[in-house]
T-cell receptor, first 113, second 111 residues
């Protein structure tokens, strides 16, 4: 299994509070991704990174920001959590450029009350 | 607008029989296709992939078929085993390091 960890694994928070989720990899892969999984939608890309300090938006980026100051860490921040952001969040990594196969972390279940 | 569609949310199959999962896509720029398997409370795990230059790829009990003209791919699992009970996601890439996923199909293998 690819060396990907996510923290925390579970979190309950209140509307309006900031939340930061962490993804850590030990594979030295260049590309990192944040997805959310919701019933009926599969996995939807929030943000991704193609290198240290290089990030870009995915299809559902509103309300989220990311940062990558080191190759191994990719942070996802909800500046002011809303109930619509209750979801399961997955981090993924990819070595690129010869393959688009991504490897996923175990997920973080976030509940916003 | 979802570019990858899995129109069957669930599939029930008897142990030992074939499971066939279907996936349709709309973006003609997609050139790489993948299937992921997901158990509850775990992250998706890569199962099998196929490049658009091929029409079939096989790995043990798993075979993926690609029909580019129909923008359709399918995953065959033969024979189905109880451990195959999971959610299966179809995904596609346009060689831009991003994946578009379908909504998933829940497979239940009956003893």
């Amino acid at each position: 299994d690819a060396g990907i960890t996510q923290s925390p694994r579970h979190k309950v928070t209140e509307t309006g509070t900031p939340v930061t989720l962490r993804c850590h990899q030990t594979e030295n892969h260049r590309y990192m991704y944040w997805y959310r999984q919701d019933p009926g939608h599969g996995l939807r890309l929030i943000h991704y990174s193609y290198g240290v300090k290089d990030t870009d938006k995915g299809e559902v980026s509103d309300g989220y920001s990311v940062s990558r100051s080191k190759t191994e860490d990719f942070l996802l921040t909800l500046e002011s959590a809303t109930s619509s952001q209750t979801s399961v969040y997955f981090c993924a990594i990819s070595s690129g450029p010869s393959t688009d196969t991504q490897y996923f972390g175990p997920g973080t279940r976030l509940t916003v009350l | 607008d979802q570019q990858v569609k899995q129109n069957s949310p669930s599939l029930s199959v008897q142990e030992g029989r074939i499971s066939i999962l279907n996936c349709d896509y709309t973006n003609s720029m997609f050139d790489y296709f993948l299937w992921y398997k997901k158990y509850p409370a775990e992250g998706p795990t890569f199962l099998i992939s196929i490049s658009s230059i091929k029409d079939k790829n096989e790995d043990g009990r798993f075979t993926v078929f690609l029909n580019k003209s129909a923008k359709h791919l399918s995953l065959h699992i033969v024979p189905s085993q109880p451990g195959d009970s999971a959610v299966y996601f179809c995904a596609a890439s346009a060689n831009d390091y991003k994946l578009s996923f379908g909504a998933g199909t829940t497979v239940t293998v009956r003893a």
